[in-house]
């Protein structure tokens, strides 16, 4: 159980993010609607909980492969060069995703004074969360890159994806 | 901007995923600039920062517990009861179940292959040819956009700030002009003999059946349409209202849903949500450049001097139509949504009509031949190729096409509704 919840790590911690979003928005049409009382705090666990489904989402999508491309050229080449453009594809999006997480880090940093109306909480927290994302996919682009380089085109593609 | 347009275009050559795409041509060009490179993370995050869009987990959420818990599927066998005496019923059933079912769950893809996966079979038992049934999927398919709750609304509601409830509300009766387009041709060719005119396959206790078992599963569309519709409820509201129901109904009243499988649809929701958002994200760093450099201006100064608004929407259509082909449907709309809105605007066009335009086009797009996304999928699940489907699809395209223009010249279709209910 706790080997399967470590393997799937990124995964708990989305679905708990998205729980807690639904949670928090049924609670606020809850008390809106039946005792008329407005909880701006929740609004913002809302917030925090909506960004880092987004973000971490995102993470987990590059884990899965499941970002949206297009893939006609890729298809259309031979398998060796198929590796090639794989590696291409791979390298532009570390080099944004690196200035994501370098950008991002400073961000954080600069940001860290600023915090939320209700609750006071930095908002270098909800930030935070784009430097994170970066850097988890970085991670899973450099495992897919190591299984390229080592594998080939031919079984990266009968693995799914792109990346 | 030359440097923009260079890297954008490679890099979806390439197969970069689409949303590093756009994000490494503006890193190309900010790096010639001398705007600070922090812009990056604060468009990423500004773009996505605005609470309507918390609407989109929850749709996809509530979408995947409809699809899962059995909700849709005796929806989707009540629509198909429904239309027996007519010639052609079964197409035009097809037409009814995506009306109810599509464009809920944020994937269109997933929609189209689960709709295909229920529908090309069934057809195919009643004497469809597959070819047929898969070109009717498609073009019902790529009218079912246009039906709230539609993910592409709630994304261009926020992205715009046009209230999501009008979309929602907008998108009605367009659709209602599409399915209705498609279903005469449907009849038209039932009653040429070119489809099967299975006219015998109405029965009134069947319908009583199909009715008895949806019951349940039809409160779904009256909190959705009703909450919206009837001002009680916001889009995100009725969306959680949606997936509290859609838990109550598939974990414990049909008990079609286990928690196990209901924290997989968490982590599911998630990604969608973070593959479309993050898009939004990047795109909105390039939308940023874009009007930075003036570049909607200058279109606008263009299409001023043309000074025709109903150019600028055949146009701006026509893009996004190829575009939604090319770039897979909704990523091509996030990226010229936020470029085309101001210009439409100043030409004097309505921002909900011309919002619902566009996503009338981007449902074409999306099973245009020979590389629309979800036409690739359901020609997946049918087994039948491109080359086969492209001759029976293209009467659909071309009616779905005079459908859009019908859309597009007449604002008063999309904009009665929200009119009436008081949304707009």
């Not at chain 2, 201006?297 to 299409?303: E, G, V």
Request: a positive charge.
């Amino acid at each position: 159980m706790m080997r399967k919840i470590l393997s799937n790590f990124w995964e708990t911690i989305l679905a708990a993010c998205v729980a807690a979003l639904c949670a928090g928005v049924f609670m606020q049409v809850l008390l809106r609607y039946a005792i008329k009382v407005s909880f701006p705090a929740i609004e913002e666990i809302v917030s925090i909980s909506f960004i880092y489904t987004i973000f971490l989402g995102a993470a987990v999508g590059m884990k899965r492969m499941e970002h949206l491309s297009i893939d006609f050229l890729l298809k259309r080449v031979s398998l060796g060069f198929q590796k090639v453009l794989r590696l291409v594809v791979a390298a532009g999006t570390a080099l944004f995703l690196f200035f994501v997480v370098r950008e991002g880090i400073g961000f954080v940093r600069d940001s860290y004074t600023q915090t939320t109306t209700y609750l006071n909480l930095p908002m270098s927290y909800s930030y935070a969360a784009i430097p994170g994302s970066g850097l988890i996919m970085l991670y899973y682009l450099a495992k897919r890159t190591y299984a390229i380089i080592r594998s080939g085109g031919a079984s990266a593609e009968a693995e799914g994806g792109h990346l | 901007m030359g440097a923009l347009a260079l890297v954008l275009i490679a890099a979806f050559l390439a197969g970069i995923p689409i949303a590093f795409a756009i994000g490494l041509a503006s890193l190309a060009f900010l790096l010639k600039s001398d705007i600070p490179l922090v812009l990056i993370v604060q468009r990423m995050y500004t773009g996505v920062d605005f609470f309507p869009l918390v609407a989109v987990p929850l749709f996809v959420f509530a979408g995947f517990l409809m699809e899962t818990g059995g909700i849709s599927r005796r929806i989707v066998d009540l629509a198909l009861s429904i239309v027996g005496p007519v010639r052609g019923s079964l197409g035009m059933g097809a037409v009814a179940s995506e009306m109810i079912f599509s464009g809920i769950s944020g994937s269109s893809i997933a929609d189209a292959s689960a709709m295909g996966a229920i529908l090309i079979p069934t057809m195919g038992k009643t004497g469809y040819d597959n070819r047929d049934s898969t070109a009717i999927v498609a073009a019902a398919t790529g009218m079912g956009i246009l039906v709230p709750p539609c993910m592409a609304m709630v994304v261009l509601g926020g992205m715009g700030q046009i209230s999501i409830g009008a979309l929602f509300a907008g998108g009605f009766l367009p659709a209602f002009v599409m399915a209705l387009a498609i279903c005469l041709l449907i009849y038209y060719q039932a009653r040429r003999g070119r489809l099967p005119g299975d006219r015998h396959a109405f029965s009134g206790r069947q319908v009583g059946r199909a009715f008895k078992a949806a019951v349940i599963p039809l409160v779904m569309p009256v909190i959705i349409f009703g909450g919206i519709l009837g001002g009680v409820t916001t889009a995100t509201e009725a969306a959680v209202l949606a997936v509290v129901y859609g838990f109550i109904v598939s974990v414990f009243i049909y008990r079609e849903v286990s928690y196990a499988q209901v924290g997989k649809m968490l982590v599911n929701t998630g990604v969608v949500t973070g593959v479309i958002l993050i898009l939004i994200g990047t795109a909105s760093i390039f939308s940023w450049i874009m009007a930075n450099q003036q570049v909607p201006q200058a279109i606008t100064r263009f299409m001023l001097a043309i000074g025709e608004p109903w150019l600028f929407l055949l146009l701006a259509s026509v893009v996004i139509l190829v575009g939604s082909a090319v770039l897979d449907g909704l990523p091509a709309i996030i990226i010229l949504y936020p470029i085309l809105l101001p210009i439409a605007v100043k030409l004097g066009i309505d921002p909900l009509h011309f919002t619902v335009v566009m996503v009338a086009a981007e449902g074409i797009g999306i099973v245009l031949p020979p590389v629309g996304i979800c036409l690739i999928v359901i020609c997946g699940v049918s087994k039948v190729s491109l080359s086969e489907v492209t001759k029976p699809l293209l009467p659909y395209i071309a009616v779905m096409f005079v459908s859009l223009l019908v859309i597009m010249y007449i604002p008063w279709i999309t904009l009665v509704v929200p009119h009436w209910v008081g949304l707009y």
